[in-house]
């Protein structure tokens, strides 16, 4: 069986790798992928994500089995919609179900509809009522455009002033677009944050381990919001009734929401929460894999990948099974600069072997080698399976000391909320 990833970054990599030790997969391809790829077996399409009749075409003259669509602005462009209409099967929602991602105020509306927890809100596209609404609830208040903005379009604003800075870049100086033409401004939540997935079909639903990533640049959750810089899995200080409270309050009505809209979901459902003290609030839904989380969920996966989407997608009872015990961890190796500007071109240590895996997202071969560039803001990231989140730590760290990471940087404390608490 040959299947097909849609995507190019770390996600698509920790997907394509494990659909292709799945029983009866003979070849993955990856559309358009990225050159580190290649060293796990996969092979590349060069084919954009945006581009969806010739991955259709593609699809039908290698006999694709079915594709899975790794990002979500494939997702918010309907690609699940025209695979379908040609008559392939692609696992990921199709536009309408998706929009619980690419519009927040769509989310709001099914969370506040269905019952769901989440913060407080206003949805404005006038500049002075949105103001208005600022200076009456104060701050800290959050501040988010309402379409995608590449994981930026959030502002957790600690002053007004702050808060009506971020509106105004919003609403009348266009700085997002569209996607900012019109602002959620919502409550902020305090606690802390994690993130849920499950594989979903209608209103079957099928939880994986719980996640925390680290959003911020640097250390110590400073400096600006990247779409990631590590993770780890399952978060081991989160209680068992806060999952089994997500799952109820959350996961469920929304599915079961998203039928009574007409818009049954199937695919990836991605709850970002913040547990404050009256228990688990959504801050986001995302309608696919989180970029760095697959990363380090996938490896915790020991069942047959190909086979549990397969099931999934067909209505039949997967047969999942997940590592119970020990953390994985990783660490995301970015280009120096990302979030904002930074250089390409720089040589890439050594893919690893053994018991660190090596997912690639920015990297390219060299024109006249096969050495390894980095062509991107996130472009590697390491990951392990230790018994703690401290041992982890020590094994990834060891061997980012080892490497040359000249022109690239990571943080250097991934995990360490879970060994504070
Ligand atoms: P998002 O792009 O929606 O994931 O938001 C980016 C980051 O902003 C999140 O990871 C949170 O740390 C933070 N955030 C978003 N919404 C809220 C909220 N209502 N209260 C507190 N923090 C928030
Ligand atoms: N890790 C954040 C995201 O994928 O949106």
């Given at each position: ?5 849609v ?10 790798k ?13 559309a ?41 602005d ?6 699940v919609?025209d ?7 692609a ?27 989440t ?7 006038d ?16 501040v ?6 590449l994981?930026?379009?959030?502002v ?24 900012g033409?019109r ?56 209680p ?43 801050i ?21 990948f190909?086979?549990n ?5 067909m209505?039949?009872?997967?047969y ?68 703690t ?9 060891a ?23």
């Amino acid at each position: 069986m040959k299947l097909l990833v849609v995507g190019s970054g770390g996600r698509e990599h920790a997907i394509a790798k494990k659909l292709l030790a799945s029983k009866g997969v003979d070849q993955v391809f990856v559309a358009p992928g990225n050159d580190g790829m290649t060293l796990d077996g996969l092979d590349l399409v060069n084919i954009g994500i945006s581009e969806h009749s010739r991955l259709i075409d593609f699809a039908k003259e290698n006999e694709i089995a079915w594709t899975f669509i790794g990002p979500d602005d494939a997702l918010a462009a309907g690609i699940v919609d025209d695979f379908n209409k040609a008559g392939l099967e692609a696992f990921g929602p199709t536009k309408a179900a998706a929009e619980l991602e690419w519009s927040k105020d769509f989310a709001k509306e099914i969370m506040v509809k269905y019952g769901v927890p989440t913060a407080a809100y206003g949805t404005f596209s006038d500049f002075e009522e949105a103001k208005a609404y600022i200076e009456e609830q104060g701050a800290p208040i959050v501040v988010k455009a309402d379409g995608l903005a590449l994981g930026k379009g959030v502002v957790v604003a600690e002053t007004v002033e702050q808060a009506v800075e971020a509106a105004h870049e919003m609403l009348l100086d266009n700085k997002f677009g569209d996607s900012g033409a019109r602002v959620v401004i919502e409550e902020f939540l305090d606690g802390e944050e994690f993130s849920l997935f499950a594989f979903a079909n209608g209103d079957k639903f099928y939880i994986m381990p719980t996640a925390q990533d680290h959003k911020r640049a640097y250390d110590g959750d400073k400096g600006p919001n990247t779409g990631g810089m590590g993770a780890y899995a399952p978060v081991p200080h989160l209680p068992q009734s806060v999952v089994d409270t997500a799952v109820e309050t959350i996961v469920k009505p929304v599915l079961e929401g998203m039928i009574a809209e007409g818009r049954p979901y199937q695919g990836v459902l991605y709850a970002g929460l913040i547990l404050t003290a009256d228990g688990p609030k959504v801050i986001e839904f995302n309608s696919r894999f989180g970029d760095p989380e697959t990363q380090i969920i996938l490896p915790r996966l020991t069942s047959d990948f190909a086979q549990n989407i397969s099931d999934i997608m067909m209505g039949v009872e997967p047969y999942l099974t997940w590592q119970e015990d020990g953390v994985t961890l990783g660490v995301v190796v970015a280009s120096e600069g990302y979030p904002l500007d930074y250089e390409k071109g720089v040589p890439l240590p050594e893919k690893t072997d053994g018991d660190i895996i090596t997912y690639y997202a920015g990297a390219k071969f060299a024109e006249n080698g096969k050495a390894l560039l980095s062509n991107g803001g996130r472009v590697y990231m390491l990951v392990t399976t230790e018994d703690t989140v401290k041992a982890g730590q020590d094994k990834i760290y060891a061997q980012l000391d080892k490497q040359d990471t000249t022109g690239l940087f990571y943080r250097n404390d991934i995990g360490s909320k879970a060994i504070k608490d």
